[in-house]
């Protein structure tokens, strides 16, 4: 039974999301379709990548991941198909596919897209529900479309860098407004060296250590920890980090709203100093 994740920044208020499932099950009804998000806010990159590498990596090699994620960001040609670390990536051409892999995958394939088709996100569906058809009765990829297509590449969002600290940028707030970074542990001990370090947010906020469940401090003290995924998380124990703190995610259109947007970039933010 071929497993495939969905992927989405549709949300659930309408029809759509039980649409797409419909439209894969007509292509085969075998699938065994998987939720990862349909939450993902518009057109934002980061969360995107986020969201879908923490989960992917946690599924049975050879799974089938689609993502409908901001489709039509310009008009369509075709989509990718990219398999990379014995998993199988079905998306659009608009450079989240670098950046959930963190870097180029191992193989590229354009699936052209009809030119006189209405390119809708149920028709886009419908093409890489067959292009998943097609593998799984056992097509060669590299039969399937247009080797080796150039692709549209954007790089993951990276912490900044400095031999006495690191800043992270909010990438995720989760249902209980714990508030993810994207330093992951093994970046923050490389950058660490074995110092005391001072974790500092929202100007005036300070913890000093890192705690391995939520249970470590008493209610409502904050506290960090590193997630599931390995990525440092502000939280509160039984409370709400960010609406608290005030803390919001990290957007494009703050980073390039360099003067305006600077005194919300420090809401954006998470600074690791090392002593």
């Known amino acids: 039974m071929p497993l495939l994740t969905l992927t989405s920044d549709i949300g659930s208020q309408d029809y759509l999301v039980s649409a797409v499932k419909a439209q894969l099950l007509q292509t085969n009804p075998d699938f065994n379709i998987i939720d990862i998000s349909h939450s993902i806010p518009p057109f934002n990159y980061p969360q995107a990548a986020y969201v879908c590498r923490s989960a992917v990596k946690n599924f049975p090699e050879f799974t089938y991941h689609i993502i409908l994620v901001n489709l039509f960001e310009k008009k369509p040609e075709h989509l990718l198909l990219a398999f990379h670390n014995n998993q199988y990536f079905l998306c659009a051409d608009n450079g989240l596919l670098t950046m959930i892999l963190e870097g180029k995958p191992e193989l590229v394939i354009g699936i052209p897209l009809d030119k006189t088709a209405i390119k809708n996100t149920i028709y886009c ?64 001990e490389e950058q660490r060296k074995g110092r005391s370090f001072r974790i500092v947010f929202k100007r005036d906020e300070v913890i000093d250590r890192i705690s391995e469940s939520y ?61």
């Not at 997630?227 to 939280?235: C, P, Q």
């Open 125 to 188: 569906t419908e093409v890489m529900g067959k292009v998943v058809n097609q593998l799984v009765n056992g097509e060669s990829i590299k039969d399937i479309g247009i080797p080796d297509i150039g692709y549209i590449e954007k790089l993951h969002l990276r912490p900044l860098l400095d031999n006495q600290w690191i800043e992270g940028q909010i990438i995720f707030i989760d249902n209980f407004e714990n508030v993810i970074v994207n330093i992951t542990r093994e970046q923050f």
């Open 215 to 275: 249970a470590d401090v008493t209610e409502g003290e904050k506290l960090a920890i590193f997630n599931s995924a390995g990525y440092l998380e502000i939280a509160i124990n039984k409370g709400n980090a960010a609406g608290l703190f005030g803390l919001k995610g990290f957007s494009e259109k703050s980073r390039q709203s360099s003067q305006l947007m600077q005194s919300q970039l420090s809401y954006q933010t998470v600074r690791v100093y090392f002593e």
